[in-house]
């Protein structure tokens, strides 16, 4: 059993992002019945490792809310290979479609400055709104 700051210590997490994702419920510690003293909470070997997943699926894009969904299962080894499978291809079409909206983003910016960088600064700001396109722009 360990304490908060050496869970800290040993995961590189800070204390106060360890609290918040006890409170969100990733997890959970437990205090000692037999001590009266203090309120400390002690953390098992299992919340080391609900970290360290909890650390990958947030670097792979995972919010805490899907990450919630699955962590306890997933650790745990009772989350099916197929249900596994099927968490990580909604992830994907996630990424698709932000990839998408971040293409037509890059598009309206390239459009205005184009349209700056060739003086046309009058309909910058209007082809950004309008989505419109008024001559071939160089490939980006």
Do not use: H
């Not at 000692?32 to 003293?37: A, N, Y």
């Not at 299992?46 to 894009?61: P, W, Y």
């Not at 910058?124 to 396109?133: K, L, P, T």
Request: proline share 3%.
């Amino acid at each position: 059993m360990k304490l908060i700051n050496q869970l800290s210590k040993e995961t590189g997490i800070p204390i106060g992002t360890i609290r918040f994702y006890e409170k969100t419920g990733l997890f959970t510690g437990e205090k000692k019945e037999e001590v009266k003293t203090n309120n400390y909470v002690y953390y098992g070997d299992d919340v080391v490792e609900k970290l360290r997943f909890i650390q990958m699926a947030k670097a792979v894009g995972f919010t805490l809310a899907e990450i919630k969904e699955v962590v306890d299962a997933w650790y745990k080894k009772q989350i099916s290979k197929k249900a596994k499978i099927q968490v990580l291809d909604k992830k994907l079409l996630q990424i698709e479609e932000k990839i998408k909206e971040l293409k037509s983003v890059k598009k309206q910016i390239a459009i205005c400055k184009f349209n700056i960088e060739n003086e046309n600064i009058e309909n910058a700001d209007e082809i950004i709104i309008s989505g419109g396109r008024p001559f071939d722009l160089p490939p980006y």
